[in-house]
């Protein structure tokens, strides 16, 4: 989030404009250090994307930027202006992340739900990347976004249940490794 800037005069940016879920959206008036994370929640009203770590560290505030899944608040506002930014707002009006949606909550994937957002932006991703993911990219590719709530088994569940329907075989055992907890309820 910005400085205060009643004590320093902080360089305001010129006025941008933000591709955001196929609309154009005008920013005005903003700090330059503001992250697209910040823009997207406090000045183009899209409070999807959640706000934890602003480090890096939780992938809470994942978006897609021209498609590929980033930390929304390790990316400066107007370093996006120029590229197709989707929220979780975006995906799930367009139906697009529908199914990975219906998965989380149908298995359990979404307890709390802070994280989902997050999840549901590095899924997409994923799956667009590389529909017929194994277990260990998936891991991977999931390793970036934290849930205190499922313990991921759930989670990695509902993958495997998009990925089983998407190429229309039913809904599969899961991911599940020996071993995986699914934490508290
Ligand atoms: S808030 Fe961006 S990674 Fe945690
Ligand atoms: S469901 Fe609560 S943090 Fe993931």
Redesign the pocket.
Known sequence: MPPDSTSVPWPVAEGYQLSVDGRTRTVEGAWVGESLLYVLRERLGLPGAKNACEQGECGSCSVLLDGVVVCACCVLGADAAGAEVTTVEGLTATGSAKDIQEALVAGGG???????PGFLAAITDLLARSPEADELEVREALSGNL????GYGRILEAVSAVQAERRGAGVPGGLRAPGDEDGPR
């Open positions: 979404v307890q709390c739900g802070f994280c989902t849930c205190r709530c499922t």
